[in-house]
C-alpha cells in the first residue's frame, strides 16, 4: 500500500466497519478510556468517525463533563447524531465538524483523544498547535495510531512534532499492536 492510500481520509461508506460488536472484542472503549476520562472532564475526541468511542467518553465524564466529538465528515457526525439521538448521552455529545485545515473549535478541553486520525492529516504542526490551544493546563492528550497504516518512523516523527508544539511526552501505554503516545500540556 503507498503513503497516499495509507493517509487517505477514512471514507463514511466504511463506518460500519469501525462501530461493530467484533472490535469492541478487541478494543474496549471503557477499557481503553477509563484511566484517562474523570467525571466532569469536557473531552475533544478527534475524528470520532461513527462514534465507537464517543458514547463511552460521554459515560465517563458523567453528567458534569461533556464531548466535543470532531469528525472531518459530516457523513460520520450524521451517524453519530442517529446514534445517540433520545440516549442518556445526547445531551453531553456535541458533534462538531472540523474544516479541512483547522479543528475550527475555539473552546477548551481537559482531554483530547485521537485514535486512528493523526495519519490522515497532513499539517500536523498546525493540528497540534490548535490542539494545545484548547487544552487547559495540565491537560493530557491520549494518540493511538494503527499498525500498519503508521510505521515506527512516521510515529516518532509525530511524537517530535507534538514535544516541538509544546507538549511533554508522559508515557507510551502498551496498546499492542497500536501505537499509542500520552502527551501533557504543562503550563
Ligand atoms: C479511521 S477513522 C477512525 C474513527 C474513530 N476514531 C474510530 O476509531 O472509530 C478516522 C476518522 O478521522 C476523520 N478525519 C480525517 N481527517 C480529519 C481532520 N482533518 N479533522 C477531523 N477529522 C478527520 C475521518 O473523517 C474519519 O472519521
Same mark, same amino acid.
Given at each position: 500500500m503507498s503513503k497516499k492510500d495509507r493517509n487517505r481520509v477514512c471514507p463514511a461508506e466504511l463506518a460500519g466497519g469501525l462501530d461493530n460488536k467484533i472490535r469492541r472484542l478487541f478494543q474496549n472503549p471503557v477499557k481503553i478510556l477509563k484511566p484517562y476520562v474523570k467525571e466532569g472532564m469536557n473531552v475533544f475526541e478527534l475524528g470520532c468517525g461513527p462514534g465507537f468511542?464517543?458514547?463511552a467518553i460521554a459515560g465517563l465524564a458523567g453528567n458534569a463533563g461533556s464531548v466535543i466529538a470532531a469528525d472531518l465528515q459530516?457523513?460520520? #457526525?450524521?451517524?453519530?447524531?442517529?446514534?445517540?439521538?433520545? /440516549? *442518556?448521552? *445526547?445531551?453531553?455529545? /456535541?458533534?462538531?465538524?472540523? +474544516?479541512?485545515?483547522s479543528?475550527? =473549535?475555539? +473552546?477548551?478541553? $481537559? @482531554?483530547? @483523544?485521537?485514535? =486512528?486520525?493523526?495519519?490522515?492529516? &497532513?499539517?500536523?504542526?498546525r493540528l497540534f498547535t490548535e490542539l494545545y490551544s484548547i487544552l487547559s493546563g495540565g491537560g493530557r492528550m #491520549?494518540?493511538?495510531?494503527? &499498525?500498519?497504516?503508521? /510505521?515506527?518512523?512516521? @510515529?516518532?516523527?509525530? /511524537? $517530535?512534532?507534538?514535544? +516541538?508544539?509544546? @507538549?511533554? #511526552?508522559?508515557k507510551q501505554p502498551r496498546m499492542f499492536p497500536n501505537k499509542a503516545v500520552l502527551f501533557e500540556k504543562t503550563v
Open positions: 468511542f464517543t458514547p459530516e457523513k460520520m #457526525l450524521d451517524i453519530l447524531r442517529d446514534k445517540i439521538r433520545n /440516549t *442518556e448521552f *445526547e445531551k453531553r455529545i /456535541t458533534p462538531h465538524k472540523c +474544516g479541512k485545515n479543528i475550527d =473549535y475555539h +473552546g477548551g478541553a $481537559d @482531554f483530547v @483523544f485521537a485514535f =486512528y486520525v493523526i495519519h490522515e492529516i &497532513p499539517d500536523k504542526e #491520549l494518540i493511538i495510531e494503527p &499498525p500498519f497504516h503508521v /510505521t515506527g518512523e512516521e @510515529f516518532r516523527k509525530m /511524537t $517530535d512534532i507534538i514535544t +516541538g508544539c509544546g @507538549f511533554r #511526552l508522559i
